[in-house]
């Protein structure tokens, strides 16, 4: 029987090894001798200090001295403790992961500690690619996330002034009219058109034709209030969204944004002179449907440019 439990502890892949109450080793078996390169003949009977030096470490002495003398049970994990029985010279113990198990024994009237040592470093590593590989998805998704927010603001903004653009501009405008129907709000749909834009370009070129339209931009955005929109629709039109407590305050923001446009522009050395025509059509007066009021307040916008420009007028039947 002691030889078929010999040939077991031999076999078992894990660890095993008893020591008495003065540390002396008393089994130390075949897993332990292939790992260490330390033959049972050679070790049974040294203390363990001398053969794990590892162990002289407070922590594990009070451990085993714990076991021996008051029969009491520890774990230690690889991942705080790393390794407890280094592998033979000539062999990275860096990587290497154990477990143990210390348990106290109990023989006539002697005690002993077991020591069981389990081999964790294969499943360190899965874990350790898994930590990766999670790490790796995880920046993964975040590029894809930013990536789909640039995408989601380059299809909703002009890409020279950063204003909404058409597209964006007809969904704040379906939504505005939505809520005003609900809550029996109004709103001015402003068509902004600058006067003599393709004269700047054909006097100064596109680069600065390009740096008007972002300082038009600038002063539309800059005089209605942070609540209502302004969005390019293409070329140098300009159009606003204004929530409105009476109809009549259509006409003060439109004068107010003529007189944005006052002074003249200061660009590259040259000074550019720009008005602007506005046309106007009112949520509910003149229509419930977003096409129907921006169709309106372009005709209102070509009357303008029809009768001299620079200057706004106000959407009336006889225009379309």
Known sequence: MDNLISQALNKVHMGIMIVDRQLKVVVWNGWLERLTGKNKEDVVGLNLLEVCPRFKSNVYLNILQNALYHGQSRFCSSAL???????????????????????????????????????????????YKLKNLIKELETEYAKIKISEKISK??????????????????????????????????????????????????????DVGDQVLLEMAKRLSETVPSTDTVARLGGDEFIILSHLK??????????????????????????????????????????????????????????????????YGIYEPEHV
Request: aromatic share 8%; proline share 4%.
């Open 81 to 127: 403790h790393k390794a407890f029985i280094l592998p033979k010279e000539g062999e990275d113990e860096h990587l290497l992961r154990q477990n143990m198990n210390v348990d106290p024994l109990y023989l006539e009237d002697r005690s002993y500690a077991l020591i069981q040592i389990s081999d964790m470093t294969n499943v360190n590593t899965r874990v």
């Open 153 to 206: 603001h380059l299809s909703l903004h002009d890409p020279l002034t950063g204003l909404p653009n058409r597209l964006a501009y007809n969904d704040r405008l379906a939504w505005a009219i939505s809520n005003a129907q609900r809550n029996h709000g109004k709103l001015a749909i402003m068509f902004v058109d600058a006067d003599g834009f393709k004269q700047v370009n054909d006097t100064y070129g596109h």
């Open 246 to 311: 009476d109809d009549r305050d259509a006409e003060v923001i439109a004068k107010r944004v003529e007189a944005a446009f006052s002074t003249h522009f200061k660009i590259a050395g040259n000074y550019i002179n720009l008005s602007i025509s506005i046309g106007i059509s009112l949520f509910p007066k003149h229509g419930q449907e977003p096409s129907e009021l921006l169709r309106q307040a372009d005709g209102a916008m070509y009357k303008i440019k029809k009768n001299g420009k620079n200057g």
